[in-house]
């Protein structure tokens, strides 16, 4: 549901200007900031807040994972027309046997443009599309001209674009996960992970149905080690074609959330949980925390300095939660592989798969989004008043 087309050529009209805020991506986490914003005002100059979004790809044009959530986030925010497929359980293989877990959620697995259509209709922000290139001090340079704001944000993912000059990410040599997945026609009935070291040593293999397709892929912890090949191999042990590759960088490793004047959300934040490499749930969830900082200063109701400041803390807060996740990410390759599985099947027990997934989403809870955003309208068509603010929140342990 790409609902614009990308703009070429002449239509690629100087947009240089000042705005309120510059939201730079429109994934998962620039469209939970934007939607934060909606309906925001007056500013103190009287107006509406100028609100402008940006990616360099139409929104929902390219996927950007194998798009399984939380079924609860997809309902809180008002998306569930986007789901494909909904999973009770997760099945996790290993050489040495299966275990199905019957989950205290559920996952769905969703089309990635209807689910951004779905996000973008809940925002007022102007959109267009552009290369962001760089900043000095919070203007933004891109190939359609030089956009000023006081609130800039850098939802641009795991290369954190706006980073100052030592905050850029090259790989292999950073804190970064790589994953490639395949999109074969297909079905299925389960949510599957293989912890498989023939795949890959050190992270898991995947097989996401979505209805009338599959999402197959491998994810490695260590960024120097290639998942092509075992991407292909997997799909040719589930008997499926290796066609329609998505692949990326994955951050493991939470980073600064605003830093020189700038907020960062989502992947460019490293806000991507280790491990599971779940980070389209967080995206959302910090996108939303941004959001509501932003939306207080536009509104008079807090200042840039402490929005920064409180949406850093805030970020930070959960560093507990995400280090654990990283403990777990080291140690689980580490285990020889009839240990893990002991300890894969010890844990399939209802009470403990109950206890551990209950703290996994409490890290980033539903409940969170607070059924709408902040201009009170329901979810799909606005929000509802600014009610989980950040002091809300659960705090992650
Ligand atoms: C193979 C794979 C499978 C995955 N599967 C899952 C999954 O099933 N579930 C899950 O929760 N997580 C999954 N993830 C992780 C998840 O994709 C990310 O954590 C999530 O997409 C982060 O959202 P985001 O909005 O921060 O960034 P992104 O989704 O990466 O969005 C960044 C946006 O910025 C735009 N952009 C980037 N650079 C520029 C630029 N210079 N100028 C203009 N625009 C720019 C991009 O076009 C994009 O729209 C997966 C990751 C990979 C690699």
């Not at 994934?27 to 100028?50: D, M, N």
């Not at 996927?63 to 099945?91: I, K, N």
Request: proline share 7%.
């Amino acid at each position: 549901m790409a609902r614009r087309r990308t703009k070429r050529g002449a239509q690629r009209t100087d947009l240089s200007g000042g705005f309120d805020v510059v939201v730079c991506g429109a994934s998962f986490a620039g469209l939970a900031v934007a939607r934060e914003l909606a309906g925001a005002g007056p500013t103190g100059a009287g107006g509406a807040p100028r609100v402008l979004m940006l990616d360099r790809y139409e929104i929902g044009e390219r996927q950007t994972s194998a798009c399984a959530a939380p079924t609860s986030w997809l309902e809180a925010l008002g998306l569930t027309a986007s789901v494909r497929q909904t999973f009770p359980d997760l099945v996790v293989h290993t050489p040495y046997g299966s275990s199905r877990y019957r989950l205290p959620f559920t996952f769905s697995t969703f089309d990635y443009a209807t689910l951004c259509g779905l996000l973008d209709d809940q925002n007022d922000a102007v959109f267009e599309t552009a290369k962001i290139e760089g900043r000095d001090g919070t203007t933004v340079h891109t190939d359609r001209g030089e956009l000023s704001a006081p609130l800039v944000v850098d939802a641009l993912g795991w290369r954190r674009v706006l980073a100052g000059p030592d905050g850029g990410y090259q790989p292999p040599d950073a804190p970064l996960s790589r994953g490639l997945e395949v999109h074969p026609g297909g079905n299925g009935d389960d949510l599957e992970i293989w912890f498989d070291r023939s795949y890959v040593p050190a992270g898991y293999s995947w097989s996401f149905p979505a209805h009338d397709e599959l999402r197959v892929g491998v994810g490695s912890f260590d960024p120097r080690f290639h998942v092509k090949d075992s991407t292909v191999r997997l799909a040719d042990d589930l008997d499926v074609d290796a066609v329609r590759y998505q692949g990326n960088w994955i951050p493991h490793r939470l980073r600064p959330a605003a830093e020189d004047g700038i907020f960062f959300a989502g992947d460019s934040a490293g806000h991507c949980l280790p491990l599971t490499a779940e980070g389209i749930r967080t995206a959302l969830y910090f996108g939303i925390a941004c959001g509501r900082e932003l939306r207080a200063v536009v509104e008079g109701r807090s200042t840039r300095e402490a929005a920064l400041r409180r949406y850093a803390a805030f970020s930070a807060s959960h560093r507990r939660a995400f280090e654990s996740m990283l403990l777990l990410q080291r140690l689980v390759p580490r285990l020889p592989p009839p240990v893990l599985w002991q300890v894969i099947r010890a844990v399939g027990t209802k009470r403990l798969v109950d206890w551990s997934f209950g703290h996994y989403i409490a890290i980033a809870p539903p409940s969170f989004a607070g059924g709408g955003n902040s201009n009170g309208r329901p979810p799909g068509a606005g929000g509802q008043g600014m009610r989980a603010g950040l002091e809300a929140t659960p705090q992650s342990g």
